[in-house]
């Protein structure tokens, strides 16, 4: 990954940085400080490419200094400077799971303050006055735009603002918001095969309707499908018959969910939790029908449920202890 700098009118090219990607994050946003003079980015290491830390690129004499220092597990990424240029919003999430917060702290370092607890922060962008942060959220259901206070507080919606809505962006001049939108249709199709090599006949779609349906999953004789849809606005799981038809929905949770086939559904919840008064963000593991909750480790990150050929345990990964992922089955 490198980031180069152009005349904005044209002209030679110069390259500021070049450093490993973050798997997770991509390249991530850069965010000029008010004075163009520092580069804010998400910086990643060889070592660890699925972390990543805010780190402040100033284009005087090309030095890095980070500016971030995220727990274990966790990577930070989408800085923002403030209007003055004193403080930097950044969102910071679980490497394990699907959910970020948004945080904000000054330039000159220290801890940073949390200002979102239930892991549906993204793309923060401040106002004019820098009193307020703009973020896509689906704390409402489908995506739409949230403010909040940059001392905290509670979000409250963007009025005006349809659903889905995301990405928005506010000039440092002028008072207009600019945000993406667009409606999705995700279908899921069935294809039928004559051997483990030829199909037997075209695809035929089985599910389509607004919104995303993801990740269909055969119950194991084949009658059933369970996927993951927010098509009432939060990703919950569904089911439906092998041909698509009598769908009906399994969970209403408001989490974060994926299904995973066995002789049950297992699905994967990220929630919040809050051990000894602080909240951070981690993944619980439930059972359908009547979800029940899988006994792990709780106040970890622990995730990607998969069944054992007989049924009997589920495998999963966990960080109950210190340093890398590791695997764990349980009952």
Known sequence: MSFYVIPALGGTEHRLYTGPANRRTGGSRLDWSPDGGVLAFAESTAANRVRSRI?????????????????????????????????????????????RDLFV?????????????????????????GSDIVFSSERGGFKSLWRISA?????????????????????????????QHFVSIDNIWRLNLKDDKKAHGPPVRVISTRGFNLKPNFS??????AFESDRLG????????????????????HGTLEPRGGRRTGITLHLNFNPNTFTRFTSSKYLVAAPSLVPTFPG??????????????????STHEKGLFQLWKVP
């Open 151 to 179: 001392s905290g507080g509670t979000p409250r919606p963007v009025q005006g603002v349809g659903a889905p809505a995301f990405s928005p962006s506010i000039p440092r001049k002028g008072d207009p918001l600019i945000y």
């Open 55 to 99: 780190a402040l690129l100033s284009l005087t004499d090309l030095t890095i200094r980070p500016l971030t220092s995220p727990p274990q597990q966790e990577y930070d990424c989408e800085a923002a400077f403030s209007p003055d240029g004193l403080r930097v919003a950044f969102e910071r999430g679980s490497i394990g799971g699907g959910g």
């Open 105 to 129: 702290l000054p330039v000159t370092g220290g801890e940073p303050r949390r200002l979102t607890f239930d892991n549906f922060g993204g793309s923060p962008v401040w106002t004019q006055d």
């Open 220 to 225: 194991p004789d084949g009658k059933k499908i």
């Open 300 to 317: 970890t990150d622990n995730g990607a449920p998969n069944w054992s050929r007989d049924g009997q345990w589920i495998y999963f990964y």
């Open 234 to 253: 939060y990703s919950d799981i569904w089911y439906c018959d092998g041909d698509g038809s009598n769908c009906a929905q399994v969970t209403s949770l």
